[in-house]
């Protein structure tokens, strides 16, 4: 079947749609499922006032008098539409010659009164005080809506909103358009794709807990938007847990809420896309994006529609931070790699909420947990753990796998995984048990976070779950009891590495290292919804003002926070600068000095696991030097990892011509190096590569001259050596040119090794880490 050119007379278009029906009718029915397109908006013919109507009539989908059934139309960071259709209607519509690409929708999931502190923000002085706490800046935010009402978006004592502000206060059931102000500038709900997955047989919203408006019924949203620019909240806790003053990373940063991510039934890559686009139009300048992979494998960026949403932001001097995905500690976990993104994992800080797990033989074993009802009265009760005999499912503690002869009246030992952590315990409750203790399994090591249990309960790494096992298999009669320990402060070390942090390497492009940093992502204090209980089960009454989580999902907003300080600080740097300043004076030591450690194995980290180290906003507002990265830059990189011109132009939207000469894709200008060298069976020792980066000096000094020194390990079988070892800038020269060399000395062995370039003018350390690894060839 041939669609009709768009640069035809009109009367020719209709003659051959026309002719196409019977093609269109012999295609069959089929269920039907949502799709979005990626269309050449060039190729609008000019009969159509807008390509929303190009889209709708019949001379685009070739079904003659049947218009498409059109969910969104996209028409700023991306152009194209989504469409509830069969199958066999998109494979006919994918051959349309302006259509450059067809991907069906898919379902992705959501991957504080101390962390501003810990990551160097301090009262009328250094950032805060020279950005005005970020009120010049709105942050757009892609979650699960907002609760307006809460005093973390109150606007006592803002000044008028930003003029260049264009967006809106979309209403609906129990949200009047007055619940928008200065602080809360915009809310809007995307639920399109969702309603057409409900017709198609999808889950689709439900509406018994969720309104059709920008509310958050789940909290995750009202969580990372505050956590990113909610304002001083005093008095704040999470029922006596953590308190203190709450306040966001950037207080008087504006909010913008745009609903794409709905409770019980996840985020939509149509709807996603949506919030991308209207966030641009509107006028955001930072998006953060606390939403993953739907199964935690990194899709090619053309596939992906938060790495196409994202260029077109960043294209358009949006800086667009996103979390890394929970899916550590496994290797190349990492998500949401596009090099345009700022990918953000997760680690600790200074503030734990200790429980301890008392045996009958007196022994004490430490954990972590909020709990804050009622504690256990008496000294010890009957201790059992139902995986000794119940299997795999009473072991995780599963729904209907308790028999409640075996655990009523006593505390329950569950096994972390497949289940929420949270809903293990209602498990034990409804069966009759008094108490629980949570423990890691092998894969998720120490790493613990606290949560707000139904029942007593305390969770315990993978070694004190083993001697909690052991002591049941071998006491006669085992017994156990669980003190909670309130908020401890001051904790070492930290940060530390959350075990559930997504880890790289990059498996999409090993190229670019990720993350490209982390921040505070455990047992974070951030506002929350008034529709759901601290531990988010419909079956939990409670109701609080602030919730404490744990995720990548919580650093993400830390990261957007600080993108917003800096873009107030200097308004004239791209989102490039912004990542870079972030990434080369981030932190590398914890609080006693010493290296950062992996929570999951307590050994020393890796940039595969933090990239260039913790956000240091101490350092991050006078960073020296940047790395500076423009559109056609990205568009370089994606012709040097093979991307075809049609295929770039799904990303770009914009027609792309590859040079002659393939560029290197480590030749773009990222504030850390990844060299790759062929794993074939004894690699020679002394392969070399040769990577560039080109500095721009952001100091307040236009007459500078930075030294370059390598650091690394001692048996690395490494040599670095940098060209120049000098960059003199100046105020008509402030862009130097230089090279790394990488020569492996001695064989690989499949595995990585690392080192750091800093150039340093005596002022500022501008370190970039420099990952060497051996993949096998394809």
Known sequence: MA??????????????????????????????????????????????????QWYGSAAFSGGGATPLPLLHVYDTVFHGFSASLTPAHAAILS????????????LRRLDTTRSPQFLGLRNQDGLWSDSDYGSDVVVGVLDTGVWPEHRSFSDRNLGPVPSRWRGACETGPGFPV????????????????????????????NQTVESRSPRDADGHGTHTASTAAGRHAFRASMAGYAAGIAKGVAPKARVATYKVCWKGS??????????FDRAVSDGVDVISVSIGGGDGIASPYYLDPIAIGSFGAVSRGVFVASSAGNDGPTSMSVTNVAPWLTTVGAGTIDRTFPADVILGDGRRLSGVSLYSGKPLTGSKYPLVYPGKSGGLSASLCMDNSLDPKMVAGKIVICDRGSSPRVAKGHV????????????NGLSNGEGLVGDAHVLPACAVGYSEGDVIKAYVASAAVPTATIQFRGTVLGVKPAPVVASFSGRGPNGLTPSILKPDLIAPGVNILAAWTGAAGPTGLDSDSRRTEFNILSGTSMACPHVSGAAALLKSAHPDWSPAAIRSAMMTTARLDDNRRKPMTDESTGKPTTPFN??????????????????????????????????????IQVITNAPTACPARKPAAEDLNYPSISVTFPAAAGAAANQSRTVRRTATNVGSMAEAVYKARVEMAEGQGLAVAVTPRKLAFSAGSRRQRFKVSVTATAEGDGGARFAYLVWSDGSHEVRSPIVVSWIQPL
């Open 178 to 205: 007055s619940l928008c102000n200065r602080k809360l500038v915009g809310a809007r709900f995307f639920s399109k794709g969702h309603d057409a997955s409900f017709v198609g047989g999808g889950g689709g919203i």
């Open 3 to 52: 669609f009709p050119c768009p640069h035809l007379p009109l009367i020719l278009i209709v003659t051959l749609i026309a002719a196409s029906e019977a093609d269109l009718s012999a295609t069959g029915g089929g269920k039907k499922k949502t799709f979005v397109f990626r269309v050449d908006d060039r190729a609008k013919p000019s009969v159509f006032p807008t390509h929303a």
């Open 95 to 106: 051959a349309h010659p302006s259509v450059l690409a067809v991907f069906e929708d898919r």
């Open 428 to 439: 034990v409750k409804d069966a009759g048990g008094v108490g629980m203790i949570l423990a």
């Open 610 to 647: 933090i990239g260039a180290g913790h956000l240091n906003l101490d350092r991050a507002m006078d960073p020296g030097l940047v790395y500076d990265i423009a559109t056609q830059d990205y568009v370089a990189f994606l012709c040097a990892i093979g991307y075809d011109p049609r295929t």
């Open 266 to 275: 996840g985020c939509l890559d149509s709807d996603i896309l949506a919030g």
